[in-house]
């Protein structure tokens, strides 16, 4: 594994402890987890990346510990929340497979067994769709830690889509709404955003409302047809 510079300690001690842990329980060889998870980090602190930063990352982890009861490997789930946006370029569509590659690469490496780094590669590429099969536990708590941004509160829904925004900031701002508004579309149509039930009970209402009202932003009078269908994303 090719390391990336490491990252200032007092923005990554927390998270690099958070890392070692997790590592170290999921491990059958006692490799270090130290230079791992310095370089996940790094890869998370990129200065070209707005939204899916460190603090996404944290994120995403507090969110999967609040539902690892739904959870049949808990420890997998957070390993493919470390992996699941390692690579992210905003102008690539091969993101999720390049990060589940970094994974299958990474783990063995660092002492983790086969079944675990098959899993973890598997929810990673399952964010792609954000899709799981009924019955995937496993993929229901990594989905729905990923998308519980989307049920902010105002203030918070509008810095993370501002972030988005700044991501892709060398899109047109004609285009970016177009493509923007599409996704929005595409989210309020699914059946259900949240596939864990406590994921459902906490965060669907919100989310819905937040996109209804960007998408109000985005394509003033677009809303209608989509919102009451229980829809989201």
């Known amino acids: 594994m090719t390391f990336m510079a490491d990252t200032a300690p007092e923005t990554g001690s927390a998270l690099l402890a958070r890392w070692c842990d997790l590592l170290r329980r999921c491990q059958t060889e006692p490799v270090d987890p130290v230079p791992y998870g310095k370089d996940l980090i790094a890869r998370w602190a990129e200065p070209h990346r707005r939204y ?3 603090t996404h990352l944290t994120a995403v982890l ?13 420890d997998a ?7 699941h946006d390692a690579v992210y370029r905003p102008d690539r569509s091969e993101n999720e497979e390049r990060s589940a590659r970094l994974a299958e690469r990474a783990l063995p490496e660092a002492g983790v067994p086969d079944t675990i780094t098959s899993e973890v590669a598997r929810l990673v590429r399952l964010t792609v769709t954000h899709h799981p099969a009924d019955g995937d536990r496993d993929g229901e708590v990594l989905c729905d830690a ?6 902010g509160d105002p203030t918070g829904y509008a810095e993370y889509a501002a972030a ?10 004609d285009a970016f709404r177009a493509g923007r ?14 596939r864990t039930p406590q994921g459902y009970e906490r965060w669907e209402a919100t989310a819905r409302r937040n996109l209804t009202t960007e998408l109000e932003l985005l394509a003033p009078g677009d809303v209608d047809g989509t919102a009451d269908d229980g829809a989201h994303r």
């Open 146 to 151: 990923d998308l519980a941004v989307l049920a």
């Open 181 to 194: 508004a599409d996704v929005l579309r595409q989210l309020l149509r699914l059946p259900r955003l949240f």
């Open 62 to 74: 507090d969110h999967v510990e609040v539902l690892a009861g739904h959870a049949e490997d808990p």
């Open 164 to 173: 988005v925004r700044e991501e892709y900031g060398f899109v047109p701002d």
């Open 77 to 83: 789930v957070l390993l493919a929340a470390w992996f």
């Open 52 to 54: 899916h930063t460190t």
